[in-house]
C-alpha cells in the first residue's frame, strides 16, 4: 500500500455546533499518514470554534486559521492558499469521512497518477437517521482512468452524479496551472468549480465505494424553505450559475470536446428556478422572477443549451407557462420599478 503523498484537507467553519466534534474524530482517525488538515474559522460565534482550538493544541497535523466571516467558498480559498499538499480535499464541518477514505483515494490517485480521484458518498437524514448512496450503482460504477470531460460527461449523463467537491481528491498543481478558485458569496458554488476543474484535469478515476456521509437537516442550505424576498434573492444564485456555465462552455469550446450534457446541465439548472417560481406563493415576487428569468438571459440559456427532445419538451412546455403567467400590461424593467415602489 502506497503512504506517500500529502494531502491538505480543508474544512470550512461556521457555527457547526457539537456536530464539529464528530467530524474532527472521523478525520483524525484517518488511516493515510501524510495528512495535514486546514480548518478555516469563517468567523464562528458559537462552541465550534472552541474545539477546533483543541484539536489544533492536541494534534501537531491540524491548522486552525480564523477570518471574518465572509462564506464558505472564501474558506477554501484561504485554506487553498494555505495548503502544502500534493493533493487537497474539502469537508464540510457537519459531515463524517470514512477511516479509509483518504488512504483509497490516495492510493489511486498516486497508483494512477491523477488529477482528481472521486468516490461515492452516503447521504443520511439527520432526523430519520435513512441513509442512500448518492450515486446508485445502476446508474454508475466504478471506472478506469478517464480525461476529466470525459468523465464529467458520464457522471452528468447518469443524471445523479452532484456538484459537490468533498467526493473527491485533487491535484493542488493542476488546480494553480488553472487560477482555480471558488466564486465568493455563491451558493452552490461547486456546480462551477467542479465543472471547470474536470474541464482541466487530464486523469480521472471514480470508485463506487462510498466514503464520505453527508448529512441532511433542516438547516441545509437546499433545505431551507424560502417565499418572497428570500426565495428572490436565492434563485439569482442560480440565474448566476446558467451564465457562469455558459461562459466556461464557450472559454473552454477551443480547448475541449463541449459534449451536449455540458449544454444540457445549463437547462437544468435553469429549470430549478422555474420549478421555484411556479411554487411561489406571492404574485408580484413571481413576477419579479419572471422578469429577471427574461432579463438575466436565462430563459434565452435554457433555450439555446436543449440537446434532447425530453428537454426541448420541458424547455417548451415552460414557455407556454411563462406566456401565461406573466403580467403583459407591464415591461419586464417596469415590473422591477414597481417592486420598489418607483412607479
Not at 466534534?21 to 483524525?28: F, I, N, P, Q
Not at 477570518?67 to 477554501?76: E, F, I, L, T
Not at 411556479?278 to 422572477?289: G, I, S
Request: proline content about 3%; overall charge positive.
Amino acid at each position: 500500500m502506497i503512504h506517500s503523498g500529502k494531502l491538505s484537507v480543508i474544512i470550512p467553519l461556521y457555527n457547526a455546533g457539537e456536530a464539529f466534534a464528530a467530524c474532527m474524530e472521523s478525520l483524525v482517525a484517518q488511516r493515510w499518514a501524510a495528512l495535514e488538515i486546514i480548518i478555516v474559522n469563517d468567523g464562528s460565534t458559537d462552541c465550534s470554534v472552541g474545539i477546533a482550538q483543541q484539536y489544533a493544541e492536541k494534534y501537531p497535523h491540524i491548522r486552525l486559521i480564523t477570518q471574518a466571516n465572509a462564506g464558505a467558498s472564501v474558506a477554501r480559498n484561504r485554506g487553498m492558499k494555505e495548503a502544502t499538499g500534493e493533493y487537497v480535499a474539502f469537508v464540510d464541518a457537519d459531515d463524517l469521512t470514512y477511516p479509509g477514505m483518504y488512504e483509497t483515494l490516495m492510493t489511486m490517485a498516486l497508483q494512477d497518477d491523477l488529477d482528481v480521484a472521486q468516490c461515492n458518498a452516503d447521504w443520511c437524514d439527520s432526523e430519520t437517521g435513512h441513509s442512500w448512496k448518492s450515486i446508485p450503482l445502476d446508474r454508475l460504477r466504478s471506472t478506469d482512468v478517464l480525461t476529466g470531460p470525459d468523465w464529467l460527461r458520464m457522471a452528468l449523463a447518469s443524471r445523479r452524479w452532484t456538484h459537490v467537491v468533498w467526493m473527491g481528491v485533487y491535484r493542488r498543481q493542476m488546480l494553480e496551472a488553472c487560477g482555480l478558485t471558488f466564486v465568493p458569496g455563491l451558493h452552490h458554488q461547486d456546480i462551477v468549480w467542479s465543472t471547470e476543474c474536470m474541464f482541466n484535469a487530464r486523469r480521472v478515476r471514480y470508485t463506487e465505494e462510498s466514503l464520505y456521509k453527508y448529512f441532511l437537516h433542516d438547516a441545509s442550505v437546499s433545505r431551507l424553505k424560502r417565499q418572497g424576498e428570500k426565495n428572490l434573492a436565492y434563485q439569482r444564485h442560480y440565474i448566476k450559475i446558467t451564465r457562469l456555465l455558459d461562459k466556461l462552455n464557450r472559454d473552454y469550446a477551443d480547448r475541449i470536446p463541449i459534449y451536449p450534457e455540458f449544454r444540457q446541465q445549463i437547462t437544468y439548472e435553469a429549470l430549478r428556478v422555474f420549478h421555484s417560481l411556479r411554487k411561489e406563493p406571492d404574485t408580484l415576487t413571481q413576477q419579479r422572477m419572471i422578469a429577471e428569468v427574461f432579463t438575466s438571459g436565462m430563459f434565452r440559456r435554457m433555450l439555446t443549451n436543449v440537446r434532447s427532445v425530453k428537454l426541448a419538451y420541458q424547455a417548451l412546455l415552460w414557455s407556454l407557462r411563462l406566456y401565461k403567467w406573466r403580467d403583459k400590461t407591464l415591461s419586464h424593467h417596469r415590473i422591477a420599478r414597481r417592486a420598489l415602489k418607483l412607479g
